[in-house]
Structure formats: C-alpha cells, structure tokens
C-alpha cells in the first residue's frame, strides 16, 4: 500500500515535513505536486482578503438590519411545503 509522506520540495532536494520513511537501500518514488504553496498562502488566502475588504467597506455584518431575511435572499431559499420559515 503506498503510503503518503509531507515534504516541501527545494529545487532537486526535499524538505521532509513528516518523519521520512526509513529504507536502507535506494527506493523509487513518486512525487505529486499540490497546487497550494507551502506556507499556505496563495490565491485562496488573496481572495479571502479580498472579500473581508469588501465586506468591511459595506460597513461589515452590523449593517445587516435583518440577518435572517439577507441570508434567505442570499441562499435564493424558496418556501418550502409544510415548513415555517426559521431563521
């Protein structure tokens, strides 16, 4: 069974995050590249900065005066048979 081990990759030499595995002679590997960098930032991180900002400059989650009915909008919620509207 393979076995998964993490490891930050530096040119041609790896960095073992995880305890590496203990072989003593030559082994094949395979390695896959994850699309996220290493210290976790990215395009991820750039567009949740990007909507907290905006959020902030519509004035933030006070300036919702009726959460419940922004979040049924939002959610596009539709009535639903036999079911009171809860928040």
């Known amino acids: 069974m393979a076995r ?3 490891a930050i990759l530096h040119g041609n030499r ?9 072989r003593r002679d ?4 395979s390695i896959t590249l994850q699309e996220d960098s290493p210290s976790g930032h990215g395009a991820r991180g750039d567009a949740m900065a990007t909507a907290l900002e905006a959020i902030a400059r519509q004035g933030g989650i006070s300036a ?4 419940c009915t922004w979040q049924h909008e939002v959610r596009e919620d539709r ?3 036999e079911r009171e509207r809860q928040c």
Not at 15 to 20: A, M, Q, R, V
Not at 64 to 67: A, L, Y
Request: charge should be negative.
């Open 4 to 6: 998964a081990y993490k």
């Open 14 to 22: 790896v960095e073992w995050i995880d305890p590496p595995p203990y």
């Open 26 to 29: 030559p082994t094949r590997i």
């Open 64 to 67: 919702i005066p009726d959460p």
């Open 79 to 81: 009535p639903m048979p």
